[in-house]
């Protein structure tokens, strides 16, 4: 079956950076896009970008481009989301997901960043 | 704000149906015809429950149904149960390889 298993929970200063890793297994890595979504505490999803990994074309929201990064290792089936200069704002569980039926149908368990300052 | 418009919170007593509303407030998603809904326990990831603004995935019981009129789109939960208490998320397809999110609606079950 499909599964995506994130790397865990963080702690990292402002104005650091932070690499989040999403291992798939159950299917054919290249095959479907990897999305990640992120959730601030009581707020709700936000959708932050895509990845092909066929190829490794990406599409940002435009408020995370230039400051996050997003890339896969084929050979491990892992795709990673790095983010820049992390801020307060950062504080959120980030989230990887693969479409199915839907474009959001299997999801990662959730990886909680938290920026301190 | 976001541009799709959720209500913050709606109620039902077990048994009865409920509706959420998603409004797309500005001309970024389009036709409108690639909403999906999902489901949020809390400490929990969420869960495709309708795509393609009617579909339901296998496994999604038949209670939960989706529509469209305009630019708003509605999920339906019929025959409320305790289980169904949780936060529920609209998500369009805004074109250009771009997707957004509703501000989510938080369900309680009285």
């Known amino acids: 079956q499909v599964q995506l298993v994130q790397s865990g929970a963080e702690v990292e200063k402002s104005g650091a950076s932070l690499k989040v890793s999403c291992k798939a297994s159950g299917y054919t890595f290249t095959n479907y896009y990897i999305y990640w979504v992120r959730q601030a505490p009581g707020q709700g999803l936000e959708w932050m970008g895509w990845?092909?990994?066929?190829?490794?074309?990406?599409s940002y929201a435009q408020k995370f481009q230039g400051r996050v990064t997003m890339t896969t290792d084929t050979s491990i089936s892992t795709a990673y989301m790095e983010v820049r200069r992390l801020m307060s704002d950062d504080t959120a569980v980030y989230y990887c997901?693969?479409?199915?039926?839907?474009?959001?149908?299997?999801w990662g368990q959730g990886t909680l960043v938290t920026v301190s300052s | 704000q976001s541009a799709l418009t959720q209500p913050a919170s709606v109620s039902g007593s077990p048994g009865q149906s409920i509706t959420i509303s998603c409004a797309a407030i500005?001309?970024?998603?389009?036709?409108?015809?690639?909403v999906s809904w999902y489901q949020q326990h809390p400490g929990k990831a969420p869960k495709l429950m309708i795509y393609e603004v009617t579909k339901r995935p296998s496994g999604v019981s038949n209670r939960f149904s989706g529509s469209k009129s305009g630019n708003r789109a509605s999920l339906t939960i019929s025959g409320l149960q305790a289980d169904d208490e949780a936060d529920y998320y609209c998500c369009s397809y805004a074109g250009s390889n771009t997707y957004l999110f509703g501000g989510g609606t938080k369900l309680t079950v009285l």
């Open positions: 997901a693969r479409a199915g039926v839907g474009p959001f149908e299997y």
């Open positions: 500005t001309s970024d998603v389009g036709s409108f015809n690639l």
């Open positions: 990845i092909n990994p066929n190829n490794g074309v990406t």
